[in-house]
């Protein structure tokens, strides 16, 4: 760390005044960066953050806070009794029985959102089906006991993306098999309308490994940017691919 101007510097590279008064206000600098990097790659992973991606969910987000009273609500929301609903892919992980699907049904009760998808492998939310059903959703089942190839029909035939609207599928790879065609088909559909459309979207995804492992990579990347987020629950990270690890934040419940 150099001085320039009476002020700190980061040695070796240039930089702009914002960032110089930000560098000078900062009481403990090494503490502050450490910060905002641990804030970074729980979003973005351990990718470049110049990557043309990353830039460009950048500038979507910025550009979308209109409003410094905007800003100061959510803050203050943030701060308040909902801090346990996260804004970022998030996959809670921890033994049988310690709460992960509860995790994933907080979510889906409390925020509100607009389109969800839910891959249910264990048959543990028709409860939250009913719910869902008396606030307004549209729910759409996916016949449990056909193969994974007539589900994933069945949901692309059913998949406009619009507001108050639930696909749910019970789905199982020992049940029902996995046809990672229609599957990746029904995520990239999906997200692309979603994006397009504007609409809030939650993929919730229940201990469905193979269908965690065709998530598109751009839903991975930039879906935060969109407001299309993914929620799942497992009891460990091992076998889910890496490149999708790197967009999740773990949470590990114990």
């Known amino acids: 760390m150099s001085n320039s101007l009476g002020g700190k510097r980061i040695a ?13 206000s900062q009481k403990n600098l090494n503490a502050s960066l450490n910060n905002v990097i641990s804030h970074m790659v729980r979003i973005f992973g351990y990718r470049d953050v110049m990557d043309y991606n990353i830039q460009s969910f950048l500038f979507h987000k910025i550009s979308s806070t209109i409003s410094f009273d905007d800003e100061t609500e959510q803050v203050a929301e943030a701060i308040g009794e909902k801090t346990y609903l996260s804004n970022i892919h998030t996959i809670y992980t921890g033994a049988a029985g310690i709460g992960k699907t509860h995790m994933l049904k907080r979510n889906l009760m409390l925020s509100n959102d607009e389109f969800i998808m839910i891959i249910d492998k264990y048959g543990e939310f028709y409860d939250d089906l009913e719910v869902l059903q008396e606030k307004g959703y549209e729910v759409i089942r996916i016949n449990e006991n056909k193969i994974s190839h007539e589900q994933f029909k069945e949901a692309i035939e059913n998949s406009e993306v619009k507001k108050e609207k639930v696909i ?35 993929y919730y995804i229940d201990g469905h490994l193979s269908f965690m492992n065709q998530l598109p ?4 990347e930039i879906g935060r940017a969109y407001n299309c987020l993914v929620f799942a629950a497992f009891i460990s990270t091992a076998a889910i691919k890496t490149d999708i690890i790197n967009q999740f934040y773990i949470q590990d419940l114990k």
């Open 12 to 24: 070796g590279r240039s930089q702009t005044i914002e960032v110089e008064r930000w560098l000078n």
């Open 168 to 202: 749910h599928i019970t789905t199982s790879e020992d049940v029902n098999g996995f046809d990672i065609v229609s599957a990746r088909k029904l995520l990239n559909s999906t997200f692309k309308e979603a994006r397009e459309k504007g609409i809030k979207t939650r």
């Open 217 to 220: 990579e751009e839903l991975c």
